[in-house]
């Protein structure tokens, strides 16, 4: 039989890992391939709230407009990439979004096997990317409907590094060239991987100090890496890599290349140059509670304190989400370290792992970094261990067995892994009823978890969303939804308004600072308090419409804790009494719901803990077969101090104290009992509720 040449088995093992790769990625639609809750427009949705907003982009991009002010991100890479796809593929928009992670992340593979290549060891790169393309966080991030930039960061980010191994180990011009491409194209496609691309400019820059210091060569690799990440717009970056290309080819510059690296330092630094390092250490890192802003010096929530993937992770997590399980992860981290050892080159993947330890702190988001360098270590310690059996046969066995047992446990997360969509049918159709009611200028109030979503089935306008979070506009829309209908409803008003004049001015403060200043007042507690009254609002623009699902139960106490301080002092106020239960059970004359909090029913009073409080009201809600909503409530003890809402369709108990029970989110989605006079009812389902603003 004729053995194949090293190309052909590089494609081969390039092929065989992509199928892989696209195959498990299939398993999350098998599951839901015709469960009608999760599809719209005839195809599954996707499963992550961020990608509605390059959807957004994307569907604005087709259409050829967009509003003003809207925050569609037509200038996006992922919105133009995919608006692209939708033009030259015969495929639905829908079927698009569902599929492009699966296909474009899976192209990890082919920079692995490049890696591989030049290390000489094609089977380790085939090893490395059976388990690396479908590791537990590279799997979470890049799966079926995960619509969103992760599935091609780590594909361009690993070009970057074949381009470095191949500039250290060939000194080739052309790995020149595809340095500062892949950089550039990297950090087009996700602004965040400048940290990731200056990491590996520091290293380059140690490097050539200690070993390389009268070395040309890498003084042209440091300029083309810094015109890479320089902070200019695409087209431009382009032309510049190009053109100090051609300048690096001829032998007649060979002798300038100081002076071009003197212009390439003074153009990366007047572009930006360590700036975006300090934001995002600041987000990610040196993480603060409170935050304080403006003149005022108002203080709000930190959003970063309630991100789950910005929060420490215990070390079984850590391990299971780079390799699969613990085992796994050790062996890997042993495999690296040889790898290292045995190709010193191997030291350029680094900034990967670091980034990747990162996530015992900063969060479960950045595991994804360590996938590929440890799934490197991994199936180099594989070969070095069955490299001793001497039969062929015996060791490819051998090999197959280790492998499988380390494949394994990500191949059962994965059949287990099964997310739902961001959103179910019945939301989407309500959203979508509203857009033919609402018109484009509209802005609907929502946490800012569902602004996405919203945005992209109503085609309006959002207070909030999740790239706009910050303590500072969050604290306006926390507050309407925990506070009272009336207070609610003229801060809504209010904060519509002061946004559209904030686009119209370029204004810097925050909403609640011009809307304290603008009524004369110098305390932002002042303006609140004017809230209560019977203050002049300002000349309504457009409609305002409330969005309030019933999945925003499980947040509720996260949404309280953004308008739960006191605005000038940032001292965080007493927390509020929110109890949620869908597992209760009848022991005698209590009624368990859980966490030590128990009904008694022979004196209709609640038990929290070791204490008995009294109860001052039960409702009961139900729908009937035309899914109207019909509740019973009777006061119990008006002394008492805390509420129970029993929403027996739902089998969820609510225990409340009396604020949270009369706040706006509470009477409108849970109760519907709401003020015709601030409030009209326009659509409705048992899975969320939508009210225009009538003031």
Excluded at 270 to 282: C, M, N, Q, S
Excluded at 355 to 375: C, E, K, W
Excluded at 604 to 616: A, E, L
Aim: hydrophobic share 45%; net charge neutral; with cysteine.
């Amino acid at each position: 039989m004729k053995t194949l040449s090293e190309t052909q088995r590089l494609w081969l093992y390039t092929l065989l890992s992509f199928a892989f790769a696209v195959a498990m990625r299939l398993v999350w639609i098998y599951h839901f391939d015709g469960y009608e809750p999760f599809y719209f427009n005839g195809q599954l949705m996707i499963n992550t709230n961020d990608g509605y907003y390059f959807a957004e982009g994307a569907r604005d991009i087709l259409a050829g407009f967009h509003q003003p002010n809207d925050l569609s991100p037509t200038h996006e890479a992922m919105s133009l990439l995919t608006a692209l796809f939708a033009k030259i593929l015969p495929f639905s928009f829908e079927t698009i979004l569902l599929y492009m992670p699966i296909l474009l992340s899976s192209l990890v593979v082919i920079p692995m096997m490049f890696i591989a290549k030049r290390l000489g060891n094609l089977e380790i790169g085939f090893g490395a990317s059976l388990l690396a393309g479908i590791a537990w966080s590279y799997y979470n991030r890049t799966m079926a409907g995960y619509y969103d930039t992760d599935m091609l960061n780590i594909v361009l980010a690993l070009f970057t590094l074949y381009y470095l191994i191949d500039a250290f180990m060939t000194r080739r011009k052309s790995a020149l060239l595809g340095i500062a491409l892949s950089i550039a194209l990297y950090m087009w496609w996700y602004n965040a991987s400048y940290a990731l691309s200056f990491s590996l400019f520091g290293l380059i820059v140690l490097y050539t100090l200690f070993y390389e210091r009268r070395n040309g060569y890498f003084y042209q690799l440091l300029s083309m890496m810094m015109i890479g990440l320089i902070g200019v717009p695409i087209v431009l970056k382009l032309i510049l890599i190009a053109a100090l290309f051609v300048l690096f080819t001829q032998e007649r510059f060979e002798r300038y290349w100081l002076y071009l690296l003197g212009a390439c330092i003074v153009i990366f630094m007047a572009t930006g140059g360590l700036d975006p390092i300090t934001l995002r250490l600041k987000g990610y890192v040196f993480k603060e509670a409170i935050e304080s802003s403006g003149a005022m010096g108002l203080h709000f929530f930190s959003v970063m304190q309630t991100v789950r993937e910005a929060g420490s992770i215990p070390f079984e997590t850590f391990a299971n989400r780079i390799s699969g399980h613990t085992a796994t992860f050790i062996l890997s981290l042993i495999g690296y370290g040889y790898l290292v050892y045995r190709h010193r080159v191997m030291l350029l993947m680094l900034p990967l792992v670091g980034l990747g330890f990162i996530a015992m702190n900063s969060g479960l988001r950045f595991t994804i970094y360590a996938v590929v360098p440890l799934a490197f270590g991994f199936a180099f310690l594989i070969h070095e261990i069955v490299r001793f059996i001497e039969k062929r046969v015996f060791r490819a066995l051998a090999a197959t067995l280790l492998y499988a047992m380390a494949l394994y446990p990500n191949i059962t997360h994965i059949d287990s892994y099964r997310v739902p969509t961001v959103f179910n049918a019945d939301e989407v159709r309500l959203l979508d009823r509203l857009k033919d009611k609402a018109d484009r200028e509209d802005y609907v109030v929502a946490w800012w978890d569902y602004g996405y979503p919203i945005r992209y089935y109503t085609d309006m306008k959002t207070l909030i969303d999740g790239g706009k979070h910050s303590g500072s506009v969050n604290f306006a829309v926390s507050y309407m939804l925990t506070h009272p209908q009336e207070v609610s409803a003229k801060l809504a008003r209010l904060d519509v308004e002061f946004t559209e004049r904030a686009f119209e001015k370029s204004e810097t403060r925050t909403n609640i600072e011009a809307m304290s200043e603008a009524y004369g007042l110098s305390d932002a507690n002042d303006f609140l308090t004017l809230l209560r009254t019977d203050m002049e609002l300002p000349q309504k623009s457009r409609d305002v419409y409330l969005y309030l699902p019933y999945r925003m139960l499980e947040i509720y106490p996260t949404v309280a804790s953004f308008s739960n301080l006191d605005l000038m002092s940032g001292e965080q106020k007493k927390q509020p009494f929110y109890f949620i239960s869908r597992n209760a059970r009848e022991n005698g004359s209590l009624i368990e719901l859980g966490g030590g909090v128990a009904i008694e029913r022979a004196t209709m009073s609640i038990r929290v803990g070791d204490q008995s409080v009294k109860m001052r009201r039960f409702a009961k809600t139900s729908y009937d077969n035309e899914m109207r909503l019909h509740k019973d409530v009777e006061l119990i003890d008006f002394r008492g101090a805390l509420n129970v809402i029993y929403m027996q369709n739902y089998d969820t108990f609510l225990v409340l104290d009396e604020a949270t029970y009369n706040s706006l989110y509470v009477q409108l989605m849970v109760l519907e009992e709401y003020d015709p006079n601030l409030f009209e009812m326009v659509l409705a389902n048992p899975h969320a509720k939508i009210y225009r603003l009538r003031i």
